[in-house]
């Protein structure tokens, strides 16, 4: 599966923005879809995943109650709303695909073996 992500941008503290990412292939709805992000000089953290049918979420604590992961299973996209946006929320958001097991894997981001090219977000204070 090729993901595509779109979405990001420049935004004033306090503010939202919509992350998208498209999907190649016919069997998107067979994978675990997650979205990961990299702030310069931190290690790669995990922000939220959605199972298979748009059930089962989880988020990172840092992102709780503020971010909301969708899909749709028709037009094969995968979406991540982003509300109360916070400049500690500055980075590359990346889309992956992958079939992890456990929720512990889920979260972990060598489990989702497809990878988008990710989308800078940026927030300012």
């Known amino acids: 599966v090729q993901l595509q992500a779109s979405g990001g941008g420049l935004v004033q503290a306090g503010g939202s923005l919509r992350l998208s990412c498209a999907a190649s292939?016919?069997?998107?709805?067979?994978?675990?879809m997650g979205w990961f992000r990299q702030a310069p000089g931190k290690v790669r953290e995990f922000v939220a995943t959605?199972?298979?049918?748009?059930?089962?979420?989880y988020y990172g604590d840092s992102v709780k109650g503020r971010f909301t992961i969708s899909r749709d299973n028709v037009k094969n996209i995968v979406y991540l709303q982003m509300n109360s946006l916070k400049p500690e929320d500055t980075a590359v958001y990346y889309c992956?695909?992958?079939?992890?097991?456990?929720?512990?894997?889920?979260?972990?981001?060598?489990?989702?073996?497809?990878w988008g090219q990710g989308t800078q977000v940026t927030v300012s204070s």
């Open positions: 992956t695909a992958g079939m992890p097991l456990t929720v512990a894997q889920r979260t972990t981001a060598r489990y989702y073996p497809y």
């Open positions: 959605i199972g298979q049918s748009g059930s089962n979420s």
């Open positions: 292939g016919r069997t998107f709805s067979g994978y675990v």
